[in-house]
Nanobody, 124 residues
Framework: QLKLVESGGGLVQAGESLRLACAASGLSSDRYAVAWFRRAPGKEREGVSCISWNGDYTNYVDSVKGRFTITRDNAKNLVYLLMNNLKPEDAAVYYC?????????????????WGKGTLVTVSS
């Protein structure tokens, strides 16, 4: 059974950086797209970024473009989200999600495996 575990969250000041990691285990194949979502208090879950199964395609929500970078290391079953120039509005619980795919791109919806999340707090 696929299991996802996030790590790397913490408290930072605005303008600083964090790198989140999503560790996957129990994969039946490597054809999984992975995405990062976030949920801030009182707000709906938001898709932040996704990466295709081979890492060749990435997608970002407009609010993080140019600041966040998603990468993956399939040999280690890890997906990273490097978050630079963090803003107070980036504060949220960040979750990684995975979905089996048969295409070379990824989408910010349709994920059916989830981790429990890691908290990112950004002080102004």
């Amino acid at each position: 059974q696929l299991k996802l575990v996030e790590s790397g969250g913490g408290l930072v000041q605005a303008g600083e950086s964090l790198r989140l990691a999503c560790a996957a285990s129990g994969l039946s194949s490597d054809r999984y797209a992975v995405a990062w979502f976030r949920r801030a208090p009182g707000k709906e879950r938001e898709g932040v970024s996704c990466i295709s199964w081979n890492g060749d395609y990435t997608n970002y929500v407009d609010s993080v473009k140019g600041r966040f970078t998603i990468t993956r290391d399939n040999a280690k079953n890890l997906v990273y989200l490097l978050m630079n120039n963090l803003k107070p509005e980036d504060a949220a619980v960040y979750y990684c999600g995975a979905r089996r795919v048969f295409s070379a791109i990824c989408y910010l919806d349709g994920y059916d495996h989830w981790g429990k999340g890691t908290l990112v707090t950004v002080s102004s």
